[in-house]
């Protein structure tokens, strides 16, 4: 329950960069902070307590596996994290080039 | 289940730093150590696939955000409704854990996990598919569409980057070509 527990507060820290902070990186940092607690809590749910991990090996018959459905499911959560964290990374750099700042509320000032 | 929360303790407040810290490269290298410290989880909860995933991710992460804050700098200013919006923002966050901590009393404990559907997987990854390693039975046989889902997602957004981040847009003589 405390570690469940302490994944929540993981996310809530990603989620006051996102909502308190200014500069674009900082939200960024946010959003890859989210990602790992979602992660890490899908994979707990998965956990059985001094469980093996999901491998067969041909000599010895292995019962108490862990389960192995999440693993799968978070390893290709993983892959598109990193692809939309380029994505946003390269909108972020055009924005600095086009404005000159990573800060919104100005950002948001400068209309042309 | 003491070293997972030790190893927790220690991504939250590598979290932390990297969110209040004001030079960003400094805030890059603590999230890097918080992803690493989510590597030693990955193997503490028997999963050496993720883990090994997971460093290769954290890397490339790091690198692309390393190219995004070389040598910029973060101006720090306090203007607006400071003390209102951080207000705001925490009591929105002390809700969001409340009810948050009263959902997860619902989930089944840590430890029992339910296994219905990975019953079936685990009895027929030996017999079926003849993998050992039953986390890419899943992947790449019994659950193929979600990893054919996450490369076109992949090609997708290299496709988006690539369209983000060119330099010179197209000639008007190449337009006039193509229509010709």
Redesign the interface.
Same mark, same amino acid.
């Given at each position: 329950m405390i570690t469940y527990f302490l994944c929540l507060v993981l996310f809530t820290v990603g989620l006051y960069a996102i909502l308190r902070k200014r500069n674009i990186i900082k939200m960024i940092i946010g959003i890859i902070i989210c990602e790992y607690a979602v992660n890490l809590l899908l994979l707990l749910f998965g956990y059985k307590m001094n469980g093996r991990t999901p491998i067969y090996s041909p000599n010895q018959e292995i019962l108490d596996m862990v389960d192995p459905l999440p693993q799968a499911l978070v390893l290709t959560s993983l892959v598109i994290g990193l692809a939309t964290t380029a994505l946003i990374v390269g909108i972020a750099i055009r924005l600095y080039e086009k404005y000159g700042t990573f800060d919104i509320t100005k950002i948001r000032n400068l209309k042309n | 289940?003491l070293e997972?929360?030790l190893i927790?303790?220690f991504?939250?407040i590598g979290?932390?730093i @990297?969110?209040q810290v004001k030079d960003?490269l400094s @805030?890059?290298a603590a999230?890097g150590a918080?992803?690493l410290g989510?590597c030693i989880?990955?193997l503490t909860?028997?999963?050496?696939?993720?883990a090994i995933?997971?460093i290769v991710?954290e890397t490339?992460?790091l690198i692309?955000?390393i190219?995004?804050?070389i040598r910029?700098d973060?101006?720090f200013?306090t203007?607006?409704r400071w003390f209102f919006?951080?207000l705001v923002?925490f009591v929105?966050?002390a809700v969001?854990?409340y009810f948050?901590?009263k959902a997860?009393?619902t989930?089944?404990?840590?430890?029992?996990?339910l296994?219905k559907?990975?019953q079936f997987?685990?009895a027929e @990854?030996?017999k079926e598919v003849k993998a050992?390693?039953?986390?890419s039975a899943?992947?790449l046989n019994f659950?193929a569409y979600?990893?054919l889902?996450?490369a076109t997602?992949?090609f997708?957004?290299?496709i988006?980057?690539i369209a983000?981040?060119r330099k010179k847009g197209r000639k008007k003589i190449e337009e006039a070509d193509e229509n010709d």
């Open positions: - | 289940m997972l929360n927790l303790v991504i939250i979290a932390i @990297a969110i960003l @805030a890059v999230l918080s992803g989510l989880a990955f909860l028997k999963a050496p696939d993720l995933t997971q991710v490339l992460c692309i955000l190219k995004a804050t910029k973060l101006p200013s203007s607006g919006n951080t923002t929105f966050l969001f854990l948050g901590y997860l009393k989930l089944p404990p840590l430890g029992k996990p296994m559907i990975s997987y685990m @990854a030996l050992t390693n039953v986390v899943i992947t659950r979600d990893t889902g996450e997602v992949l997708t957004a290299v988006g980057v983000i981040m």
